[in-house]
C-alpha cells in the first residue's frame, strides 16, 4: 500500500490493511501470530510454479506440506518444495 493510499483510508475512514499497515495489526503480523504462511515465502518458489501450486489449491504452507493429491509440478520439484515448506513449519 503506497503512502498515499494509506494517507486517503485514514482521512475518509477507510479501514485498511496492508504489510506492516496497520503498524499494530499488518499482514505480517497476522501471519506470524496464525503461523500460515503463504507459498510466496519460499525463496525457490518461481512464478510459474507459484500459479500452479495455487491452480491446485495450494496457498499455504501447511496446504503444501498436508497435500494428498497429484502433484501439480513434476514429483522431484514438489517434494523439495514441500520439504522446504516443512523446515519453515518446523515439521
Known amino acids: 500500500m503506497t503512502e498515499h493510499a494509506r494517507v ?3 482521512c475518509v475512514g477507510i479501514s485498511h490493511i496492508g504489510w506492516k499497515a496497520p503498524p499494530e495489526r ?3 503480523k497476522i501471519i506470524t501470530e496464525a503461523r500460515v504462511y503463504p ?3 519460499l525463496r525457490s518458489v518461481g512464478r510459474e510454479e507459484r ?3 495455487s491452480g491446485a489449491g495450494i496457498v499455504t504452507l501447511q ?3 498436508g497435500y494428498g493429491g497429484k502433484p501439480p509440478l ?3 520439484r514438489f517434494r523439495g518444495l514441500r520439504e522446504e515448506a516443512e523446515k519453515v513449519l518446523g515439521i
Do not use: F, K, W
Open 8 to 10: 486517503y483510508a485514514e
Open 26 to 28: 499488518g499482514i505480517d
Open 39 to 41: 507459498t510466496t515465502i
Open 51 to 53: 500459479d500452479a501450486l
Open 63 to 65: 496446504q503444501l506440506s
Open 74 to 76: 513434476p514429483v522431484n
